[in-house]
């Protein structure tokens, strides 16, 4: 099943400048495993050490957000993900 992730700004030097990449997975979580294989920096940027996403992640399926459970959330072929950061600080 062909998945869309888009990458934000912020992480395209991550992977290697790609705006968007072609993964697999039946869920969000699946999906972004897949995207860590091939990317593997990406992982420290999406998730905690405990395998959680960031907190400072947001991620969109077909431009909904996908907040609670984001990893769980299933995926269809030809969806598309998005990954956004929250910005903090003061």
Known sequence: MSITIHIPITHRHFTGGEKSLATGGETVGEA???LVATWPAMEGELFDNRGDLL???EIYINME???PNELA???A???TVQI???LSGG
């Open 32 to 34: 972004l495993k897949n």
């Open 55 to 57: 907190n400072t992640m």
């Open 65 to 67: 957000s996908a907040y």
């Open 73 to 75: 959330k299933q995926l």
């Open 77 to 79: 072929p030809g969806d």
């Open 84 to 86: 956004a950061t929250i």
